[in-house]
């Protein structure tokens, strides 16, 4: 008779196949998530504060009012189609291949107005753009 106490095994647990459920339900999870995109800031645009910088005049100047009417160089613009915005650009620029346009817009004025104006002049070739800001009351 064998009388030695039996020696226990200890219990081997293999973490491998939860590793591999848990990478499952991660990538599952990553998948059939959706993210809807909800804002809840409200802004008020264009105040920018910083130093002025001494730049060369705009050779175009490009205003948009509150209600989306585009003047060029303070000359109002007939319609707010995009052709004829850029014949107005083309027409201020004269022979001028890479002026700089500042773009000057109330803080009312439809997006879609800023967007046209911006798309009117990248048309063109005229990738040098400057915003005008004014500064904030505290």
Not at 19 to 46: G, K
Not at 66 to 71: E, H
Request: proline share 6%.
């Amino acid at each position: 008779m064998n009388m030695q106490p039996r020696r226990r095994e200890e219990p081997d647990v293999n973490l491998t196949p939860l590793i591999d459920v848990v990478f499952l339900l991660l990538i599952f999870f990553m998948v059939s998530t959706t993210f809807e995109r909800e804002t809840e800031i409200t802004i008020e645009l264009p105040e920018a504060s910083g130093k002025q910088v001494d730049v060369v005049p705009a050779k175009i100047d490009i205003t948009i009012d509150a209600k989306g009417r585009y003047f060029i160089n303070e000359i109002e613009v007939i319609n707010t189609e995009i052709e004829t915005l850029k014949k107005a650009i083309s027409k201020a620029a004269g022979k001028e291949k890479k002026p700089r346009v500042l773009l000057s817009a109330d803080k009312d004025t439809p997006h879609q107005a800023v967007i046209r104006a911006m798309d009117a002049a990248r048309q063109l070739g005229f990738v040098n753009l400057t915003f005008a800001t004014s500064k904030p009351t505290d």
